[in-house]
DNA sequence: AAACTCGGAATGTAGAAGAT
DNA sequence: ATCTTCTACATTCCGAGTTT
């Protein structure tokens, strides 16, 4: 794997990366517990046919601010280029903050899909790869090395090399388990499937609606706060109101600026009457959809 | 029957704080 | 270094009443 330390070499890595339409990158920070951490590493891997470590770039950047200034000016600001991390928003805060464009993250794309295509506990990159069977053991113990010391060892240059691998990787995965585009769904094959399993939903959900309703109630009764993985707790709501015509007059009086608009509701538009007529009224309007259900029909019961 | 409306409850979200 | 959890706030959902 290219481990770059001299400066022309990694701008010329620079240089090839804003080539590239899609790049996965990791980046390894010093001193990340402190109040100064700095950008250590930037690990690219830029070629999507060769997801292997040996074609990792890992461009040292501790000593040279303005070679990471650079990545970020052409890389990282480019909205032409697609960078695809895991946990993009740590990367982001070293790299080009809310200005960086073309952000993908692994983990945000993990989090929409249901559990039930991606029953995982948790969404760390370790736990992923191994679900997946990117790698069947990932060895962390690396991650809270001490990455401003020079030089580093082999291992931290392996793991850090394989990091951004297994981002390249999980990518595709996570990809493949995306949402199918509405346009071409197989419309029938779904309303097949919904009947297929609503009996055994049905069972399900009213027993879990129903144990959580005890719980509660049962907690709340024998005063107890939590039991392993629940928690009961309370929240008080306080609102206030005025009256209208109240409001109307003091803001009036005392010269206020409130911007603030009423609801007109269908029954206050009917004692306003033709005084509505006079009123600048803003119109706003928007289509909901909903989907109903019904009972299916005897005949095709599928169970 | 079906389509609207509405309000409160349920659920989602962003960003900060906290935990290995 | 990387997530997870927490909190305040925003958005969506859903049942029920009303109208078409």
């Given at each position: 794997m290219p481990y770059l330390t001299q400066a022309e070499d990694i701008r010329c890595a620079i240089a090839s990366c804003t080539q590239a339409s899609i790049l996965w990158l990791d980046t390894e920070v010093a001193d990340y517990k402190t109040d100064t951490p700095q950008l250590s590493l930037i690990q690219v891997l830029a070629d999507g046919n060769d997801l292997t470590a040996e074609s990792v770039g890992i461009l040292d950047v501790l000593y040279q601010p303005e070679l990471a200034d650079e990545f970020i000016a052409k890389v990282m600001y480019n909205p032409a280029i697609e960078k695809v991390f895991h946990n993009a928003s740590y990367d982001r805060k070293f790299l080009g903050k809310h200005k960086a464009k073309n952000v993908t993250c692994t983990l945000e794309l993990a989090k929409t899909i249901p559990y039930y295509r991606l029953p995982v506990p948790n969404y760390q990159l370790k736990t992923l790869t191994e679900y997946f069977g990117i790698c069947p053991q990932v060895d962390k113990t690396e991650q809270t090395g001490d990455w401003r010391k020079r030089p580093l060892s082999p291992r931290q240059l392996d793991y850090a090399a394989k990091d951004v691998v297994y981002v390249a990787h999980l990518h595709r995965h996570l990809l493949d388990l995306a949402q199918p585009d509405p346009a071409t769904e197989d419309i029938e094959a779904l309303t097949l499937r919904y009947r297929q399993i609503e009996h055994r939903w049905k069972q399900l959900d009213t027993e879990i609606q129903q144990i959580k309703e005890r719980?509660?109630?049962?907690?709340?009764?024998?005063?107890?706060?939590?039991?392993?993985?629940?928690?009961?707790?309370?929240?008080?709501?306080?609102?206030?109101?005025?009256?209208?015509?109240?409001?109307?007059?003091?803001?009036?009086?005392?010269?206020?600026?409130?911007?603030?608009?009423?609801?007109?509701?269908?029954?206050?538009?009917?004692?306003?009457?033709?005084?509505?007529?006079?009123?600048?009224?803003?119109?706003?309007?928007?289509?909901?959809w909903r989907l109903s259900i019904t009972e299916p029909e005897e005949e095709d019961l599928p169970f």
């Open positions: 719980l509660k109630a049962a907690m709340q009764a024998q005063n107890v706060k939590k039991v392993h993985g629940f928690r009961l707790s309370s929240q008080n709501r306080t609102s206030k109101k005025v009256a209208f015509h109240q409001l109307a007059e003091v803001t009036k009086k005392l010269g206020i600026e409130l911007d603030i608009s009423v609801q007109l509701t269908k029954s206050l538009q009917q004692k306003l009457g033709e005084v509505m007529e006079e009123l600048p009224v803003e119109e706003e309007n928007k289509t909901t």
